[in-house]
């Protein structure tokens, strides 16, 4: 299962590298469900691929000079204490109830991922940072980190962008400094109870981010919007399945199912252009413009 495991993690990768983020959050299931790790051992391994694969994302945006240092840091320091109270804290916190947190994570993940992201104009030069804002924000995208594991890249964006005021190219290239070093403080906060397989998380995190090289070079041939839809789908389908594992198999059919129809009704509405669904979205986007 280990060849399973690192073949998929390079699948993990690819997405992530296409996507700008989001693959991540596939990391812990593989690593619960296909590698048989423990829950508490797959998030703490999740942490350091999530971590080593964004640092080298980093790298790129600050080459392109979409890094924004202070603000990042600002915020990347507050996860970090966030994060590593959160890996702390789950110690005391059952595995089976860390796993539905991370199902509910995907969830968000994924809703985040069909609805997009809106353009956010950045704020004047003369803006003033409200740094009381971003460390509380900080401290609690931490803590979400450091309990479940997942990079929380759909929440640090948004916030990077509304509090920080930063363009969107630049708050995704921040967003990488920030996931980056939350996750190891998360990793450090786990570590301090728990004993991962270095051997098997350091060959996941090479092929994860073998995979990230190999997407980011991939984007100029798919449609990112597309892409990103699809795997939105894809997460939702995979939570159904944690849910279903952990909770009871009732509970994640009638979610699997409940996707299906969403999927379903979006589709249809995709293929014809007098779709309820489709007025009242453009009747809810006018209402936001005119607001």
């Known amino acids: 299962m280990i060849a399973v495991t690192i073949g998929l993690a390079v699948f993990v990768g690819v997405a992530l590298g296409l996507l700008g983020g989001g693959g991540s959050i596939l990391t812990v299931p593989l690593l619960a469900y296909v590698a048989g790790m423990d829950a508490k051992q797959a998030i703490a391994t999740s942490l350091l691929v ?7 994302g980093a790298i790129s945006h600050a080459r392109a000079c979409r890094v924004q240092w202070r603000t990042g840091l600002i915020f990347g320091a507050a996860g970090m204490a966030g994060a590593y109270g959160g890996g702390v804290l789950a110690r005391f916190i059952p595995g089976t109830v860390l796993l539905i ?4 994570m995907m969830i968000a993940t994924a809703v985040a991922m069909l609805r997009g992201r809106k353009n956010v104009d950045a ?4 803006h003033h940072l409200p740094v009381p804002k971003i460390i509380a924000e900080g401290l609690v995208v931490g803590l979400v980190t ?5 990079g929380g890249g759909f929440l640090v964006v948004p916030a990077l962008a509304l509090l920080g005021g930063l363009p969107m190219p630049v708050a995704v290239g921040t967003s990488l400094v920030v996931i980056a070093m939350k ?8 570590l301090s109870s728990v004993q991962i397989d270095w051997g098997i998380a350091l060959a996941v995190t090479a092929a994860a981010v073998v995979g990230a090289l190999v997407g980011a070079r991939l984007t100029a041939m798919v449609d990112p919007d597309a892409l990103r839809k699809t795997f939105g789908w894809f997460v939702l389908a995979m939570s159904s399945v944690i849910l279903a594992q952990e909770i009871h198999l009732s509970v994640g059919i009638a979610f699997a199912t409940l996707t299906g ?3 379903a009704m979006t589709f249809a509405c995709t293929r014809y252009a007098h779709c309820p669904l489709r007025r009242f979205a453009g009747a809810s986007a006018a209402g936001g413009a005119a607001a």
């Open 146 to 150: 450091g309990l479940v594991g997942a």
């Open 261 to 263: 129809i969403a999927a």
């Open 50 to 56: 999530v971590g080593v694969t964004s640092a080298i």
């Open 183 to 190: 996750s190891f403080a998360g990793l450090a906060g786990y």
């Open 101 to 104: 947190g991370f199902a509910l």
């Open 123 to 126: 704020f004047e030069g003369g």
